[in-house]
């Protein structure tokens, strides 16, 4: 059974950091390209940020790039997403996926509109909430 679980969501002041994480079981991970992304109420499902299997590549949404870093373990089968400087605007369910394909294809520019078809597995996601 494959399973995403995230944590480290709360509720912070803007300027404030937040680190999400994203572990996995149940799946190759370094099969996968891994993604978050996040989703206000009434709103489309936004692509954040991803990386590709062997962590070399990263790739994120223009609005969250210079203050969001993902990274990943492969040893530990973890994705995290380190998020600085967090402004109101952030504020969302964040959710960890796995994208079908190990380099992220179709994951790679124009996040704010990637599809969710290539995503192979979603977490429950977690709530990040950011006041001014």
């Known amino acids: 059974q494959v399973r995403l679980v995230e944590s480290g969501g709360g509720s912070v002041k803007a300027g404030e950091s937040l680190t999400l994480s994203c572990k996995t079981s149940?799946?190759?991970?370094?099969?996968?390209?891994m993604a978050w992304f996040r989703q206000v109420p009434g709103k489309e499902r936004e692509g954040v940020s991803s990386i590709n299997w062997l962590g070399k590549l990263t790739f994120y949404q223009n609005s969250v790039k210079d203050r969001f870093t993902i990274s990943r373990d492969n040893a530990a089968d973890t994705v995290s997403l380190q998020m600085n400087n967090l402004e109101p605007e952030d504020t969302a369910m964040y959710y960890c996926?796995?994208?079908?394909?190990?380099?992220?294809?179709?994951?790679?520019?124009?996040?704010?509109?990637?599809?969710?078809?290539?995503?192979?597995?979603w977490g429950q996601g977690t709530q990040v909430t950011v006041s001014s």
């Open positions: 996926a796995a994208i079908k394909n190990p380099h992220c294809l179709s994951y790679q520019h124009d996040a704010a509109h990637w599809g969710q078809s290539g995503v192979a597995y």
């Open positions: 149940g799946l190759i991970f370094d099969d996968y390209c």
